[in-house]
């Protein structure tokens, strides 16, 4: 796919346009009106990919979010702190979700799952 498209006649740049009554997606330029039709229906596609640390990091910055459940139930295994935030999450490896504990403890920050 590439990312732009130029006119054949006055090398112009071609941008998307509907045809509503075919349904088609074609590429128009509005320097000389020359339209052809397009090979695929995706205009944009984002991508986003995330690292690995930027992921840890966000995790690490969960147990001060004010919008997450908090419980007092749970104490945590490594520093016993009582509080933890908690949120439900994918399992890597296995369908379905997970209860992801967070230790509110600013020193700790140890994640486990129920």
């Not at 000389?32 to 930027?54: A, F, G, L, M, P």
């Amino acid at each position: 796919m590439s990312t732009m498209k130029f006119c054949p006649q006055c090398n112009n740049v071609l941008y998307p346009k509907e045809d509503k009554e075919q349904k088609l997606l074609l590429y128009a330029c509005r320097n000389c009106n020359h339209e052809e039709t397009s090979d695929n229906n995706i205009v944009y596609r984002n991508k986003i990919h995330h690292s690995v640390q930027r992921r840890t990091r966000e995790l690490e910055n969960v147990a001060s979010d004010p919008t997450l459940p908090r419980t007092k139930s749970v104490r945590c295994s490594q520093c016993n702190h009582g509080e933890a935030v908690f949120f439900q999450g994918p399992v890597k490896g296995e369908e379905g979700m997970a209860l992801i504990f967070v230790c509110c403890n600013p020193s700790c920050g140890n994640r486990w799952r129920d």
